[in-house]
């Protein structure tokens, strides 16, 4: 667990995402307070498809015409500004947004404006791969880091989107670990809703938008279409044993074989292979010409060092595909272009229209993921508009306070 100091950058993202999407008690935006933000979408509908993602920065505020910056430019962005703490009025009521990912747990603090007070962080929150004492704990580490405890009282709606998260035993599962969590640190909010990690992720997109595509890659991958904040058709996000390909597990564990055909001779010995056998097997060092006993022992070494973790802690490997990439390694690059190859099916398989929304997310897809520009190079000629974003935080709290707004 860690408590984190809010900078004043990653404030303004949640809260421009919350205040662009504004809602009535029917979810659709209230008058004259999105005008900006419809403006924004008549335009980027009107654009020409993009070559590349272009990363969600909002200004400070979306409801001043003359407050609003240039729109960025798809590059990596810069980092934000030196954390600056907020502090809430004495009786302003708060919002708590939650973010459990296969790798993670997030929780922001936020009053209504989106303004967020504080964040926390928490184990894995995946609802149907980690045992239920664990998530409660998780998610108590990340909620009670993000409120203080002066003001828990004063929460008064909860959005929590979750990996796993979807209808049936994983729903059920988030929603009574958030409730007990919640209970755990004092928080008895009138409102409390939970969602699957596409929803929150699909509604940290500009304007906290209702409709569209959303595309997840971290250490899983899943797609969804949404309709009314909720996904109405899902792809993928099947988990390691059948599914997720193009996640950072689907690349660790394709690596990992690379490095296992290279020492069966059924594959070449490049420098994926050397940084992967680096990492799983240090103390066995691999000469130009290995005897057989040193190969035994190699392979051993692997086997070992797989077998001995939960499957999905390949995804360890995956910064090893990154980093030989960036070297130039042909193996890595081919990987690399194989996992795009993947999440654009996952994208084609929702039968996506011309100037469609698509939000993306996770570590691979984020701004400046790995992924984001090829993936956006195979999606050019369906002309969707993709809207790279940090994670679902914004997307929590804006759901959160839409809680509110609908009377709960």
């Keep these: 667990m860690r408590s984190e100091a809010v900078s004043r950058g990653s404030s303004d993202w949640i809260s421009a995402v919350i205040t662009a999407g504004s809602l009535d008690s029917s979810g659709g935006r209230q008058q004259g307070q999105a005008g900006a933000a419809d403006d924004f979408g008549r335009r980027a509908a009107r654009a020409r498809p993009l070559a590349r993602p272009r990363f969600y920065q909002p200004p400070f505020s979306v409801l001043d015409e003359s407050s609003k910056q240039p729109e960025q430019p798809a590059v990596q962005p810069e980092q934000p500004e030196q954390p600056q703490p907020v502090q809430p009025e004495q009786s302003t009521p708060l919002l708590l947004g939650v973010d459990a990912g296969g790798t993670r747990t997030r929780a922001y603090c936020a009053d209504p404006t989106g303004r967020v007070i504080g964040t926390g962080t928490g184990g894995p929150g995946n609802a149907l791969g980690v045992r239920p004492a664990d998530l409660v704990r998780h998610f108590s580490d990340a909620i009670g880091a993000a409120v203080p405890e002066g003001l828990r009282a004063r929460v008064t709606a909860v959005a929590g989107g979750f990996a796993g998260g979807g209808p049936g035993r994983g729903r059920d599962n988030a929603t009574a670990c958030l409730a007990e969590a919640l209970a755990t640190v004092g ?33 899983g991958s899943t797609a969804a279409r949404v309709a ?22 689907w690349l660790g564990r394709e690596a990992l074989r690379a490095a296992v055909r290279a020492l069966d001779g059924r594959g070449p010995r490049g420098p994926l292979v ?61 990987l690399l272009d194989r996992a795009a190859g993947e999440l654009a099916e996952k994208v084609a398989a929702l039968e996506p229209r011309p100037g469609e929304l698509l939000v ?3 570590g691979l897809l984020a701004p400046g993921g790995p992924l984001a520009d090829r993936l956006a190079a195979r999606l050019a000629p369906t002309g969707l508009r993709i809207e790279a974003v940090p994670d679902g935080g914004a997307g929590a709290v804006a759901l959160a306070g839409l809680l509110t707004r609908r009377g709960h």
Excluded: K, M, N
């Design 274 to 334: 050397e940084r992967v056998l680096a990492q799983v097997a240090p103390e066995h060092r691999l000469d130009d010409r290995p005897s057989p006993l040193a190969l035994i022992r190699l392979r051993d070494a692997v086997a070992d060092w797989t077998y001995s973790r939960p499957p999905v802690a390949l995804a360890a490997l995956c910064p090893l595909v990154t980093g030989a990439a960036d070297g130039g390694d042909p193996a890595a690059r081919a």
């Design 228 to 249: 009314g904040r909720r996904a109405v058709r899902l792809v993928d996000g099947h988990g390691w044993l059948t599914g997720d390909e193009g996640s950072g597990f």
């Design 187 to 219: 928080i008895e909010a009138a409102a409390v809703e939970v969602y699957g990690d596409c929803e929150i992720a699909f509604a940290s997109g500009p304007g906290a938008p209702a409709d569209g595509l959303v595309l997840i890659a971290g250490t």
């Design 360 to 362: 993306t997310t996770g």
